[in-house]
């Protein structure tokens, strides 16, 4: 059974979600650069019980922070979930933050670009996207395997799924707590997928999409968790919604 850990004291404007598996090496220092950031933030771990003891770290950091809860899940159930349980978890707070911010948990995604994706979100506006595609961009760390497997990934939704962005896929963001509270009831992405899913529901709904340059670094620490299911999970959400499209036009 999954199990929400922590209260939140105080009300905070930026909450900041963060989906962990096996991240005992990276989510101290994480939470900490993001503790000495300019911005009243409450911090959400969402574990899906790692063998490295990353639940117990937070629930120690849990003494030293006020601000941080800790949703521990019983199984790896994919990034998607995780990120939909986090919206929904937020959105049930007595007073919810204005916006919520998404992020890798083992350091590929700068902390301290945080306040930039934060101060690009203006009214009407569902998701900021840190780009590493966009004018700016960038990515360091990745071998040319990875990098052709991204940009397959970003052509595939551009062309297929009709998104005018140049990162589709990037999971550092930040989402306007009015678009989340309209569509967190029809998100069904299990892993990956989420990212497109998303950005296809602002944009149906009337919200604006936009991307700001980040620097994309490998992960410091750890292996990659993306793994052939999660690959194929996403090839599937495009094909069907390409499909659904295409059925909705006969």
């Known amino acids: 059974m999954s199990q929400l850990m922590g209260a939140l004291r105080n009300a905070s404007d930026v909450g900041v979600i963060l989906p962990t598996y096996r991240e005992a090496e990276n989510i101290t220092s994480l939470i900490a650069e993001i503790e000495n950031l300019p911005l009243e933030t409450a911090i959400l771990v969402i574990d899906d019980s790692s063998p490295d003891r990353t639940a117990e770290i937070v629930k120690n950091l849990q003494k030293k922070y006020e601000n941080i809860l800790l949703y521990v899940r019983p199984e790896k159930r994919g990034l998607g979930t995780a990120i939909t349980d986090g919206f929904k978890i937020f959105l049930s707070l007595k007073s919810p933050p204005k916006v919520i911010m998404t992020m890798d948990a083992d350091y590929s995604h700068n902390p301290k670009a945080l306040p930039q994706l934060l101060s690009s979100m203006q009214s009407g506006c569902g998701i900021v996207i840190g780009s590493r595609y966009c004018k700016g961009g960038e990515i360091a760390g990745w071998s040319f395997t990875r990098k052709m497997i991204s940009r397959t990934a970003n052509v595939v939704a551009k062309f297929l799924v009709g998104l005018q962005l140049r990162d589709c896929t990037s ?16 998100l069904r992405s299990q892993t990956y997928e989420i990212q497109i899913e998303t950005v296809r529901q602002a944009l149906s709904r009337g919200f604006s999409v936009k991307e700001v340059p980040i620097l994309f670094f490998n992960r410091k620490c750890g292996k990659s968790k993306l793994t052939l299911a999660e690959i194929r999970g996403y090839l599937s959400y495009v094909f069907k919604t390409v499909a659904r499209g295409l059925a909705n036009t006969d």
């Open 171 to 186: 999971g550092f963001r930040c989402y306007s707590t009015s678009f989340l509270r309209v569509a967190v009831g029809s």
